[in-house]
Nanobody, 125 residues
């Protein structure tokens, strides 16, 4: 089992940057595929990005490609989401999640076993 705690959210102007962190408990962090999702008010939870266990394979939803980068440090049990060129439509609660099973893309929320509590990101225009 793993517990996830996100941090780094906040209020930023359009065009700005934020880096989200997801700290994981436990000694098996490197065995999990890590994903990032977001949920805006009145909308369904949306896949944003995922990174494989070793950190050498990433996948992004089209709307964030070229602006967001996910990475991980397995020695520190932390996963990151660097968000650049933020837009008002990026405003949402952002969640990190951990999946025990590799599905190549891992873009479905149902494929993840553990979730953090979420961190709010607000981008003003």
């Amino acid at each position: 089992q793993v517990q996830l705690v996100e941090s780094g959210g906040g209020l930023v102007q359009a065009g700005g940057s934020l880096r989200l962190s997801c700290a994981a408990s436990g000694r098996t962090f490197s065995s999990y595929v890590m994903g990032w999702f977001r949920q805006a008010p009145g909308k369904e939870r949306e896949f944003v990005a995922r990174i494989n266990r070793s950190g050498d394979s990433t996948y992004y939803v089209d709307s964030v490609k070229g602006r967001f980068t996910t990475s991980r440090d397995n020695a520190k049990n932390i996963c990151y989401l660097q968000m650049n060129s933020l837009k008002p439509e990026d405003t949402a609660v952002y969640y990190c999640a951990a999946a025990r099973t590799w599905y190549s893309v891992n873009r479905r929320a149902s494929e993840y076993d553990y979730w953090g509590q979420g961190t709010q990101v607000t981008v003003s225009s």
